[in-house]
């Protein structure tokens, strides 16, 4: 028994390690979008495909990769996320064309989405009684390394020069090489059995229940377009006020770290009091004018702004990830997937019309719509209640 527990806190460790280390890959590059900018010339536009192509392959993807981790088990998914998506993402800077960087951050972030899906089953194989906190550390994990690596990148390209970037590939593959060895076996999974599996759950699925699912979709819909147009213009419109690059990846993190902090926060909340809307609807209503101030105040009163509306902000998504769980309770992958992969990769497709947009009207007025979108998400979430009421009825 002593060897098994030493077992399970050993693949935890592994896995929250390993999404740490990948994750630092996955935000590198919003580091140098000023520097690629200035290089190629960039317009928003093209900036927004750059996002577009990370987060389509980054999302979308991601039921499909977990659908063959379960068909497959673990192992080489674990390693084969931090081997390819650090060699693919840390010669970004170093590339001779935009169009090839769009390729690499493709096909790196593809290799992202194949990750995922098994570092969050290593919590339900090895979690035992604590699944909870075992899924919280891996997660916590990921949020660290997202929110440290634009900050890594701009150290290497301000303090060595970009053609030492590709250095950045060393940490990803040592990991890939220790779950090699110390990953767990291809176990199966145990999750969705296939598209079949998830059509007969939707013909079942209640209308109102349905209703619901929608409501949350399309909150995390409205909520990840500000997120990508954020992380990515917010490195450009920082510089134009002579911010530091190492400044603006202190500011990245500080973003990053905060927000994850508060989505354990409302997680916590959730789950002692089960009122998620009324957590997403406060979370909301304060995000909404600290990112519109953000864009009409200037110096430290701007970034302090950004920073607590990120904190507001990113506390939504945990939320809606569980009531989404709770309204699919015999399917939580299935939940996962449409929060984390559908919702998410839509609005990486829209980021590619947005980028237009911006080019015409501007960053900050891109954002105050934006902001309009979220506003009309929280709108829906009054109506929650009623809707949940009429679906407990019907149980």
């Known amino acids: 028994m002593e060897k098994a527990v030493k077992s399970s806190r050993l693949q935890v460790g592994l896995s929250a390690g390993s999404h740490f280390i990948t994750d630092i890959y996955q935000s590198a590059y919003v ?29 979308l993807f991601s039921p ?56 969050a089953a290593v919590a339900g194989h090895y979690g035992g009684n604590r699944k909870g906190i075992s899924s919280s550390l891996i997660n916590l994990g ?14 290497i390209l301000e303090k060595i020069g970009i053609q030492y ?27 969705l059995s296939g598209v079949s599996f998830l059509l007969n759950r939707v013909k079942k699925a209640n209308r109102s229940k349905l209703s619901l699912l929608l409501v949350i979709i399309f909150m995390i819909y409205t909520l990840y377009i ?22 603006i990846g202190t500011i990245l993190l500080l973003f990053g770290i905060l927000g994850g ?14 009122k998620g809307n009324i957590i997403i609807q406060i979370a909301g209503i304060t995000a909404i ?28 998504q945990p939320v809606c990830i ?18 984390l992969g559908l919702s998410p990769g839509i609005a990486g497709v829209t980021m590619i019309f947005l980028g237009k947009a911006a080019d015409r009207i501007g960053i900050a007025a891109l954002v105050d719509y934006e902001l309009i979108g979220l506003a009309s998400s929280l709108l829906l979430f009054i109506f929650f209640p009623v809707i949940e009421r009429r679906l407990s009825r019907h149980l």
């Open 261 to 274: 902090s508060s989505g354990m926060l409302s997680g916590y909340l959730y789950d002692r009091y089960k």
């Open 322 to 339: 569980r009531m989404t769980q709770d309204l699919i309770p015999g399917s939580m992958g299935l939940a996962s997937s449409l929060i």
């Open 142 to 155: 990921g949020i660290l390394g997202n929110s440290l690596g634009s900050l890594i990148m701009i150290f």
């Open 31 to 59: 580091g140098l979008i000023p520097y690629l900018t200035v290089k190629f010339g960039l317009s928003l536009f093209q900036v927004s495909l750059l996002a577009a192509s990370t987060v389509i392959a980054n999302s």
């Open 226 to 247: 500000i997120w990508i147009t954020l992380v990515n213009y917010i490195p450009l419109y920082y510089t134009e006020k002579n911010v530091s690059l190492i400044n």
């Open 289 to 316: 004018p600290l990112f519109f101030f953000t864009f009409r105040t200037e110096g430290f009163l701007s970034i302090i702004l950004f920073i607590a509306g990120g904190f507001f902000m990113i506390s939504i």
């Open 64 to 119: 499909v990769f977990g659908l063959l981790t379960d068909r497959h088990g673990l192992k080489y998914y674990l390693v084969a996320g931090p081997f390819f998506t650090s060699i693919f993402l840390s010669i970004v800077g170093v590339l001779p064309s935009f169009y090839l960087i769009l390729l690499f951050l493709f096909l790196g972030n593809l290799s992202i989405a194949a990750y995922h899906p098994a570092s």
């Open 165 to 191: 970037t590709p250095l950045a590939m060393v940490p990803g593959i040592i990991m890939a090489a220790v779950l090699l060895r110390y990953a767990p076996g291809n176990l199966e999974t145990g999750g």
